[in-house]
């Protein structure tokens, strides 16, 4: 089958139609196809076609759906980029919402991708922050007695290279925490610090809420859809499931740690306000030692002993160095200086 040339409105749909391309069911790439053609394809018996759109508009998406002949509900979701992660079946087709995660800056952002898995079809809608699926796709191209089975593979690429991506961001989480080890048991107190661990708590709570309903839509993947899921790929999702629950139980690592951090941080942080109170409160009490003696002298009474004894004042001096150093030994002692 040759390559069926874009149309006219195909090319100005360019920057959203990031692939369109038929596959025969021998696994191996037949062509690039316009959007156009997608239901003239379909009309052979032996092809499959795998689109992957980038942030479509609403005319595209209705145009896919004349097409695949998708369901309304689906196409009104695939529409909307705040979706929930889920899966859902109509008839004999799914359609998937899978949220997606990048670092860009040194910032998590998050994205969504919706897809739809026909018979014949695989359909991507990434929105947000998300990595093109080309390498996942020239993956799958690579194995073509796998990409025979369908585009049951092509799911399972898409799905894979989304995990994938997950384990680098719990690394690098891991690492930083590893370098704010030192700021943590700092003897003294940076903000930033326990901002940057309350940062870094927060994404990763976002990152779960994202990870953790994956493991319910690639279990129903690997157990349910029979007629979508051939057999011989089921050990392909069961793959997936194990790296999505190990990213989920890394992540609730990494919050345990965080919540240790901050709370290991703040008493610090208190321990040595303490330090410093105990250190005032003994300076404070050497202070009024003397303070309490001299203070007698500032009263007016005509008789007062020590007045008419020369030795008097040198005696006072003594005994206000005598009961100032008692002081400061015993705070010695007792570590509050």
């Not at 109509?90 to 860009?104: E, M």
């Not at 020590?306 to 005696?315: I, K, N, Q």
Request: glycine fraction near 6%; hydrophobic fraction near 45%; proline fraction near 5%.
């Amino acid at each position: 089958m040759n390559p069926i040339a874009p149309s006219v409105s195909e090319a100005a749909d360019t920057a959203m139609v990031v692939n369109c391309v038929a596959y025969r069911t021998d696994g191996t790439r037949s062509g690039d196809i316009s959007i156009d053609a997608i239901s003239d394809v379909l009309k052979e018996p032996d092809t499959f076609v795998w689109v992957g759109l980038h942030e479509p508009d609403e005319s595209l998406l209705l145009k896919l759906q004349d097409e695949f002949d998708l369901h309304d509900l689906a196409i009104e979701d695939a529409q909307s980029a705040h979706q929930r992660t889920k899966i859902e079946a109509y008839g004999d087709s799914l359609f998937i919402v899978v949220q997606t995660a990048q670092l860009v800056n040194g910032n998590l952002a998050f994205g969504e991708t919706h897809i739809f898995l026909g018979p014949r079809y695989l359909v991507t809608v990434r929105h947000g922050a998300s990595l093109s699926y080309s390498p996942a796709r020239r993956t799958c191209e690579h194995a073509p007695e796998l990409l025979a089975l369908g585009p049951s593979y092509g799911l399972y690429g898409v799905l894979d290279f989304v995990v994938d991506n997950l384990l680098p961001i719990v690394r690098d989480f891991r690492e930083e925490l590893q370098e704010l080890e030192q700021d943590i048991f700092a003897a003294t107190f940076n903000r930033s610090t326990v901002r940057r661990l309350y940062d870094m708590q927060r994404d990763l709570m976002t990152l779960r809420l994202a990870v953790a309903p994956m493991q319910d839509v690639i279990s129903q993947l690997v157990r349910l859809h029979p007629q979508l899921i051939p057999e011989d790929l089921r050990a392909y999702f069961r793959d997936i499931y194990d790296h999505v629950f190990r990213v989920n139980e890394s992540i609730s690592a990494m919050r345990e740690m965080l919540t240790a951090a901050i709370n290991v941080n703040l008493s610090l942080v208190t321990f040595g306000q303490n330090e410093v109170m105990k250190k005032l409160a003994g300076w404070a009490a050497m202070l009024a030692a003397p303070t309490l003696i001299t203070s007698w002298y500032g009263m007016n009474f005509t008789h007062m002993p020590e007045l008419s004894r020369p030795w008097a004042y040198p005696l006072i001096i003594v005994i206000v160095i005598g009961v100032v150093g008692g002081i400061y030994t015993g705070l010695r002692r007792a570590k509050w200086l």
